[in-house]
């Protein structure tokens, strides 16, 4: 089970970290990536890390600004997000595979609000 949280209003420019709070005792099994829904857009992949946490790939508009790690010893994953711009708003999801990949993914977390005002 992942529970997502962090969401919130943010200027632009400015940054926000969201947190994946996951349930389980094999974790460090599973990848967990950030997705996010744009109002009026398709569900767009961002973030991966692998079980260990040594591997991470991003998509191209994100690379730079956001930052994805893992604790696996407190079953969480963060994405810090900085540079934060308008079109950054959307509702954000985290999700975890046994496959380091960016999809599909099996197991799916609720989404956090994210809105990025200019």
């Known amino acids: 089970q992942l529970q997502a949280s962090g969401g919130g209003l943010v200027q632009a420019g400015g940054s926000l970290r969201l947190s994946c709070a996951a349930s389980g005792r094999t974790f460090v099994n599973y990848a967990v990536a950030w997705f996010r829904r744009a109002p009026g857009k398709e569900r767009e992949f961002l973030a991966t890390v692998s079980g260990s946490g040594s591997s991470t790939y991003y998509v191209g508009s994100v690379k730079g600004r956001f930052t994805i790690s893992r604790d696996n010893a407190k079953n969480m994953v963060y994405l810090q997000m900085n540079n934060l711009k308008p079109e950054d708003t959307a509702i954000y999801y985290c999700?975890?595979?046994?496959?380091?990949?960016?999809?599909?993914?099996?197991?799916w977390g609720q989404g956090t609000l994210v809105t990025v005002s200019s």
């Open positions: 999700a975890a595979d046994r496959l380091y990949n960016i999809g599909p993914y099996t197991y």
